[in-house]
């Protein structure tokens, strides 16, 4: 197996809430964080990230403000709102149970049909 997998569409967003609900982090330390968690599985190109944390920000699901990142340089901190908790709950609730249909119909054997 691929040591990274690739993002179905539409997962992005979950992600990033999912890391900054962990705890606020700047940009790239978001990067790092689903890097991380997801065991070096999901890198997260900094191309892709940046419109989706405006985006997020924009829906009012994340908010930022400016502080000192570790090495010294003025960054940019995003935090989990009250509806971004609920956004992420929503979505992961929708993202498991649609792996359950999968693996369901993934276990189907001849017989069953």
């Not at 982090?25 to 900094?46: A, F």
Request: charged residues 30%; proline residues 1%.
């Amino acid at each position: 197996m691929d040591k990274q997998l690739d993002l179905l569409q539409g997962t992005l967003d979950m992600l990033i809430l999912k890391a900054v609900s962990l705890g606020a982090l700047h940009g790239y330390g978001i990067l790092l964080r689903i890097q991380q968690i997801s065991k070096d599985r999901l890198e997260i190109q900094q191309g892709s990230l940046y419109p989706a944390l405006y985006r997020l920000e924009d829906q009012g699901w994340i908010t930022s403000e400016w502080g000192e990142s570790e090495n010294k340089r003025k960054a940019k901190y995003y935090r989990l709102t009250a509806a971004g908790k609920r956004r992420l709950r929503e979505e992961a609730e929708k993202w498991n149970h649609m792996a359950d249909v999968i693996a369901g119909i993934l276990r189907t054997t001849a017989e069953e049909v």
